[in-house]
C-alpha cells in the first residue's frame, strides 16, 4: 500500500490544502505539523504560480502573496527536504502544468520524489493530456492525481480506472473558493468511479464547515478543503498556525464523529 492510500486506511481522510510561502516557508513547515497534529490524514502543497485558472480569489492572492514573498519551487523543494526529517505524512503537490514545465518535467517529479513526495495534483492538465505527465511520475514512483468534475460523467470510469493515488472529485462548477451550499449529486460522481476502481475518492472545491465536510464524508472517502484555511492564513499571518491547527480539528472531528 502506498502512502497515499494509506492515509485512507483509517476512517475518512481529512485533506487540508496550503499555499506554499502564505505568509512564508518557515510559517508553512509550522502548519504541516500541526494540521498533522490535529488530525490531518494527507496534506496537499500548493505551488503558487502567476495565473492559476482553477482557482477563485482566496487561493489567487495566496499565490501572488507567496511569490512576491520570492517563493520558488526551489525553495519548496528544501522545505519539503526539511519536513521529512520530522513527519512522514503523505504530502502532494497541488499546482500547474506551466509549473512543472518551466523547471523541467522530469527534472521536477525527479526532485519532488527525492524530497520525500507522494503524488502531483495538476488541475489544469486533461486527462487525455496526462500521459507525458504520468510516464515521468510512474518511473518515479510518484501518483499523478486525475481530477473529476462535474461533467466528466460518460469519461468517470475512464479516468477512476487509470487512476492513482486518489480521485479528486470536484464538487462544483467553476473555481475553487467557498460555498455556502453544494448541489452536485456526489453520490451519483462516487458511484460512478467505485463502479469502475476500488481507488479512495475524496471530494473538494467548496467546502468550509463541519457540516459540509460531514456530509460529504458520509458519500465519499475523504474531504478536501483549502480556501477556508488559506483565509486564515491571510487573516492571521504568522500567528495563523494555532488557528489552523483547531479549524482542522472541528472539521476532522466532524467527519469521524459520524462514521
Known amino acids: 500500500m502506498n502512502k497515499i492510500q494509506n492515509a485512507f486506511a483509517h476512517g475518512k481522510a481529512f485533506i487540508p490544502f496550503i499555499t506554499c510561502g502564505d505568509p512564508s ?10 494540521m498533522e497534529k490535529a488530525g490531518a490524514d494527507l496534506i496537499e502543497l500548493g505551488i503558487p504560480f502567476s495565473d492559476p485558472t ?25 522545505m519539503v527536504k ?21 523547471y523541467g518535467i522530469e527534472r521536477f517529479v525527479k526532485t519532488a520524489a527525492e524530497v520525500g513526495m507522494d503524488g502531483i495534483i495538476l488541475p489544469d ?3 487525455e493530456e496526462k500521459e507525458e505527465f504520468a510516464a515521468t511520475c510512474r518511473e518515479n514512483g510518484l501518483a499523478l492525481v486525475s481530477l473529476i468534475a462535474p461533467t466528466s460523467h460518460e469519461r468517470v470510469a475512464q479516468i ?12 462544483s462548477l467553476g473555481v475553487t473558493g467557498v460555498r455556502s451550499e453544494i448541489t452536485t449529486d456526489i453520490g451519483e460522481m462516487v458511484r460512478l468511479v467505485r463502479a469502475a476502481s476500488d481507488i ?21 472517502d475523504g474531504v478536501i478543503v483549502g480556501s477556508a484555511i488559506v483565509k486564515l492564513c491571510k487573516e492571521y499571518g504568522a500567528d495563523c498556525v494555532p488557528k489552523v491547527a483547531e479549524y ?12
Open 25 to 34: 516557508l518557515a510559517v508553512t513547515e509550522q502548519l504541516v505539523y500541526a
Open 54 to 78: 482553477a482557482e477563485g480569489p482566496v487561493i489567487q492572492e495566496a499565490n501572488n502573496r507567496a511569490l512576491s514573498g520570492g517563493v520558488t519551487t526551489d525553495k519548496i523543494f528544501d
Open 82 to 102: 526539511k519536513i521529512r526529517e520530522n513527519t512522514q505524512i503523505p504530502m502532494v503537490f497541488m499546482t500547474y502544468a506551466n509549473v512543472v514545465f518551466s
Open 125 to 127: 492538465v486533461p486527462f
Open 160 to 171: 477512476a480506472s487509470a487512476a492513482e493515488g486518489f480521485i479528486y472529485c470536484v464538487s
Open 200 to 220: 479512495p475518492c475524496a471530494i473538494g472545491f467548496g467546502i468550509s464547515t463541519p457540516e459540509q465536510a460531514a456530509k460529504m464524508a458520509r458519500e465519499a
Open 248 to 259: 482542522v480539528k472541528s472539521m476532522k472531528d466532524a467527519i469521524r464523529v459520524r462514521h
